[in-house]
C-alpha cells in the first residue's frame, strides 16, 4: 500500500484494474486506492505479470502492507499464507522461531520488492505491525540495509527502555450521543476523507493554540488590473485569472520575505521550509482537500490559474493523480468569497504555522481624505500557531500582504 502524503496512515482497496494473469507494464495503472484525502491510481513499480491479488476489493490496509505480487512470468512462485495476505507462507515458515529457545534463524535470502520506499522483510513487517512500529524509523543491518526481524526486535526493546515522551493525543475521542429513536433520521457512513478531515481538525484546534487577525483590504486596483489580464488572455490564451489567484500569489510573494510564516511545528524545533507551496483549500463531495501549487512564489499568475483550475476539476471529477500529492503545503489559503461570506477564520492545517480565510470583495463605505466613498473591499483573516509565531509575525504579514494587493503591479513584475 503506497503512501500518499505524509499523514497517510492505510488505504482502502476500490478497485482491481489488472487480474491476476495480466501483464502489465511499469507505469500501468493496476488498482484504484482510497486514501484519507481522495482517490487515486495505483501504478505498477517494474513490468512482469500480476502473480497474486493479496488484498480484496473493498479491504483497508496499513500503509507499506503488500497488496499483491508482481514477478516474472517464468518465476516459481511459493505457497502463501493461509489467510492470502503478506509474504509466501514458505518464507514465514522459514523465520519462524523454533519452539526450543535458540538463536532466531537467519532471514530469508528471498529478496522481496520495496514497499513504500522501504527495504524490509515480510516478517519484519509483521512484527513491527503487531507492536505499532513505524518500519521508516528503523536502520536495517540486512543486506541493501534491509531491515530484519532482528532490527525491528532490537528497536522495540531500546524503546521500551527510553523513558516516555509526554505528547498530547494523537486522537480525541469525543462520546457522540445516539439518535433519539422517534426522530426520522438518516446515518452517512464516514468516508475515508472525511474521517481524516475529523481527525486532523480535532487534532489541530486541540494541540495548536490558535489566534487570529484581521485585516481589510481595498481590492479596488487589484480588480481593474484583473480585468484588464482576462481581456488580454481572452484573445491570446484560454487563461482567467481568479480572485483567488491574486491572493495565492500575493500570499506566496510575502511568504518568501516571512520566512516564519512559512513554516511547521515539529515538536522541540520550527521548521522554516526553503521552497513556498501555497496550498487551496477545495471542497468537494466527499469533504475537503488541500491542492497544494508547487514553488508558488516562482509561477506566473496564469502558472498558477492554469495549475489550480486544472488540479480543482481533477479534484471535483474524482481524478486526481499520485504526483497530485508528491509535495506538502507550507502554508493554506481558503477562500469562501463565492458563496459571499464575508469573514471568517479557518483552523490551521498541521503542522502548518498558519492558515488564511479570505472573504467576498464587497462594495463597502470607506473613509478617505475626511469624506466616506464607497471601494471594493475584502476582508482577510489569519489563523496562527502560537508555538511557531507571535501576533507581531502575523501583523507585519498581513500588512505586506495588503499592501501588495493594493499595488498589484507587484504580482506581475
Same mark, same amino acid.
Given at each position: ?41 495505483v501504478e505498477a513499480f517494474d513490468a512482469g ?32 499464507? *493461509?489467510?492470502?495476505?503478506?509474504? /509466501?507462507?514458505?518464507?514465514?515458515? $522459514?523465520?519462524?522461531?523454533?519452539? #526450543? =529457545? +535458540?538463536?532466531? %534463524? ?51 526493546? *531500546?524503546?521500551?527502555?527510553?523513558? /516516555?515522551?509526554?505528547?498530547?493525543? $494523537?486522537?480525541?475521542?469525543?462520546? #457522540? =450521543? +445516539?439518535?433519539? %429513536? ?62 483567488n489567484d491574486l491572493v495565492v500569489k500575493a ?81 493554506t489559503v481558503s477562500n469562501l468569497g463565492m ?75
Amino acid at each position: 500500500m503506497p503512501k500518499m502524503g505524509y499523514d497517510m496512515e492505510e488505504g482502502k482497496i476500490v478497485q482491481w484494474i489488472k487480474q491476476e494473469g495480466d501483464e502489465v507494464q511499469k507505469g500501468d495503472v493496476i488498482a484504484e486506492i482510497e486514501t484519507g484525502k481522495v482517490n487515486i491510481e495505483v501504478e505498477a513499480f517494474d513490468a512482469g505479470v500480476l502473480r497474486r491479488i493479496l488484498i480484496g476489493e473493498g479491504q483497508t490496509v496499513p500503509v507499506g502492507e503488500a497488496i499483491a505480487w508482481i514477478t516474472d512470468a517464468s518465476e516459481e512462485l511459493p505457497d502463501f499464507a *493461509e489467510d492470502g495476505r503478506g509474504a /509466501p507462507a514458505g518464507a514465514q515458515a $522459514e523465520e519462524a522461531p523454533a519452539e #526450543v =529457545p +535458540e538463536p532466531a %534463524p537467519a532471514e530469508a535470502e528471498e529478496e522481496f520488492p520495496p514497499v513504500g520506499g522501504v527495504k524490509a522483510s515480510p516478517l519484519a513487517r509483521r512484527v513491527a505491525q503487531e507492536h505499532g512500529v513505524d518500519v521508516t524509523q528503523i536502520e536495517g543491518t540486512g543486506p541493501g540495509g534491509r531491515i530484519t526481524r532482528t532490527d525491528v526486535e532490537a528497536f522495540i526493546e *531500546e524503546a521500551e527502555k527510553a523513558p /516516555p515522551k509526554p505528547e498530547a493525543p $494523537e486522537r480525541v475521542e469525543v462520546a #457522540v =450521543p +445516539e439518535v433519539l %429513536p422517534d426522530v426520522p433520521a438518516e446515518r452517512m457512513e464516514l468516508t475515508q476523507l472525511r474521517k481524516t478531515v475529523a481527525r486532523r481538525m480535532t487534532q489541530s484546534k486541540t494541540q495548536a493554540p490558535h489566534f487570529y487577525e484581521t485585516i481589510s483590504v481595498d481590492m479596488g486596483k487589484a480588480m481593474a488590473l484583473r480585468k484588464e489580464i482576462n481581456e488580454y488572455t481572452q484573445e491570446h490564451e484560454d487563461v482567467k485569472v481568479s480572485v483567488n489567484d491574486l491572493v495565492v500569489k500575493a500570499a506566496a510573494q510575502v511568504l518568501s520575505k516571512y520566512p516564519r510564516m512559512n513554516a511547521s511545528f515539529a515538536g522541540e524545533e520550527v521548521v522554516l521550509h526553503q521552497q513556498v507551496n501555497v496550498g487551496v483549500a477545495v471542497a468537494t463531495d466527499e469533504g475537503l482537500l488541500t491542492l497544494v501549487i508547487p514553488n508558488t512564489d516562482g509561477k506566473s499568475l496564469s502558472q498558477i490559474s492554469r495549475e489550480t483550475r486544472d488540479k480543482v476539476m481533477r479534484a471535483r471529477e474524482g481524478k486526481l493523480r499520485a504526483d497530485d500529492f508528491e509535495t506538502d503545503g507550507t502554508f493554506t489559503v481558503s477562500n469562501l468569497g463565492m458563496y459571499g461570506i464575508e469573514e471568517f477564520i479557518a483552523i490551521i492545517n498541521p503542522p502548518e504555522a498558519a492558515i488564511m480565510a479570505v472573504g467576498v470583495v464587497n462594495p463597502s463605505p470607506v473613509v478617505r481624505d475626511g469624506e466616506v466613498t464607497v471601494a471594493q473591499v475584502m476582508r482577510v483573516t489569519v489563523s496562527g500557531d502560537h508555538r511557531v509565531v507571535d501576533g507581531a509575525d502575523v501583523a507585519e504579514f498581513l500588512a505586506e500582504f495588503r499592501r501588495v494587493l493594493q499595488n498589484p503591479m507587484a504580482l506581475v513584475v
